[in-house]
């Protein structure tokens, strides 16, 4: 079955500091990836939209300058959060697209001190 | 772009009765519309999907209705149980935006035993 996996599961950083976070689809090839933040409270805002060879489409009031994304193939996706703050705190969240479904892997929750 | 409203925030249900949550969209150009259902700390799950060539579909005790003219979509869990306490998303997805999925607010699902 379609899984996605995403690394680290749980992360802590001091405001100010950078992490960088994974997402693999595993049993599949995904068409796309999606990062979305979901924070306490809030649905989910959509970071960016990532396909292979194709230039990464950032959401209003996501950067790439603040969150770089590296898409190398189908199955790896991979975010870094820079410089982050208490506002960047939340549950982030990979959708790995195949056809018209997409599956979300179980998240990376960062906490900023 | 879409907008997706979804409605109640908070559903409670008696066991064994039913729930039903409604989302609406704006963009008659949206073509899949999946629901997640997300339990506390863990990611959302899809659960069932409808696209826009169907009115209806069933699966598990789950049916999801789509009326494209009023552009309006339905998740309907019959028969509930304890284990279907949760957050639920509705999602529609523009034809031609690749992996954009935009969330509708959530609903909280609590069944009463």
């Known amino acids: 079955g379609a899984l996605v996996y995403q690394y680290p599961r749980r992360t802590i950083c001091k405001s100010g500091t950078s992490m960088r976070m994974e997402c693999q689809a595993v049993?599949?090839?995904?068409?796309?990836v999606a990062w979305y933040r979901q924070s306490p409270q809030k649905t989910f805002e959509l970071i960016a939209l990532?396909?292979?060879?194709?230039?990464?489409?950032?959401e209003q009031n996501f950067t790439q300058e603040k969150f770089p994304i590296s898409h190398p193939n189908l199955s790896f996706s991979s975010m870094t959060v820079l410089n982050a703050y208490l506002e960047d705190r939340g549950l982030y969240l990979c959708g790995a697209r195949y056809s018209y479904e997409q599956y979300f892997g179980p998240g990376t929750r960062l906490t900023v001190l | 772009g879409e907008q997706v409203e979804q409605l109640p925030s908070i559903l409670r249900v008696q066991e064994g009765s039913s729930a039903s949550i409604n989302c609406t969209y704006e963009n008659s150009a949206s073509n899949y519309f999946p629901w997640y259902k997300q339990e506390p700390g863990e990611n959302p799950k899809l659960i069932i999907d409808?696209?826009?060539?169907?009115e209806r579909k069933q699966t598990q005790g789950l049916i999801v209705l789509l009326d494209k003219k009023a552009k309006r979509f339905s998740l309907h869990i019959t028969d509930t149980q304890p284990g279907d306490s949760a957050m639920y998303f509705c999602a529609a997805t523009v034809r031609g935006a690749g992996n954009k999925l935009t969330f509708g607010i959530g609903t909280r699902v609590l069944v009463r035993p």
């Open positions: 409808i696209r826009s060539n169907m």
């Open positions: 990532s396909t292979v060879n194709s230039a990464i489409k950032y």
């Open positions: 049993g599949f090839q995904a068409t796309s």
